[in-house]
């Protein structure tokens, strides 16, 4: 398997700018989480889906934020309007069920100057 | 609400020698998952070992092992015969009940020198 995918991998964009990050799950897993890592404040779950539909969202810093699974094999992270303080890497990771393993894809780094 | 904890920021290891990496956790559910994940510099996650809290034998997966003490809620990594590719940040990572969500602890860097 190709394992988890994401793009871009990396993102330059201004303050204000609409971002949207992409992410294709390993074929048969269906769990997807949406993760973000900065310096600050580590690796933190921002939302996570079950079978395309969205389970927890409690980590969405804020209605900027969104995300959506039209169907198995994608899902997307969006950030709109994006502010300095969004520039981090952004993982998309999934599972075969909720015991098992999370898979993590490369990660996109966004930088929003 | 669950914790993890990874007291070490930095470790330091010569090559072929083993090296453990602490973790301690928090959390009054009494089924939960324990997780160790690398992180290279190139920055992927890579899964590394699972330890289920109901399992009666400590996890190995090559010359990574997992020292699960449940009573000191400890999860240590253990990697054996250390090689240069291990220099990485290590997390360790918690699931409880039924959810999937993970919370991870701050990182570990190891350095593995010759």
């Known amino acids: 398997d190709a394992g988890v995918i994401q793009s871009p991998r990396h993102e330059v964009t201004e303050m204000g700018q609409e971002v949207t990050l992409r992410c294709k799950p390993i074929s048969g897993h269906d769990y997807l989480f949406w993760y973000r890592q900065t310096m600050m404040r580590g690796l933190e779950l921002l939302i996570y889906?079950?079978?395309?539909?969205?389970?927890?969202d409690s980590g969405m810093p804020e209605d900027r934020f969104s995300a959506k699974m039209p169907n198995a094999s994608f899902s997307t992270l969006k950030i709109q309007p994006s502010e300095p303080r969004d520039s981090a890497v952004y993982f998309c990771?999934?599972?075969?069920?909720?015991?098992?393993?999370?898979?993590f894809g490369p990660g996109t780094r966004l930088t929003v100057t | 609400a669950q914790k993890i904890t990874q007291t070490q920021p930095g470790m330091f290891v010569q090559e072929k020698e083993a090296v453990t990496l602490d973790c301690t956790y928090d959390t009054s559910d009494p089924s939960y998952g324990l997780f160790w994940y690398k992180q290279p510099s190139s920055g992927e996650m890579i899964f590394l070992i699972y330890q289920g809290s109901y399992d009666q034998q400590n996890a190995t997966e090559g010359r990574y092992s997992l020292n699960f003490q449940k009573a000191r809620k400890s999860a240590n990594l253990v990697i054996s015969a250390s090689q240069l590719g291990d220099s990485a940040m290590y997390f360790c990572?918690?699931?409880?009940?039924?959810?999937?969500?993970?919370?991870f602890g701050t990182g570990t860097r190891l350095q593995v020198t010759l």
């Open positions: 990572a918690m699931r409880t009940g039924t959810a999937s969500k993970l919370t």
């Open positions: 889906f079950n079978n395309n539909v969205p389970i927890d």
């Open positions: 990771a999934s599972s075969y069920s909720e015991d098992y393993e999370q898979y």
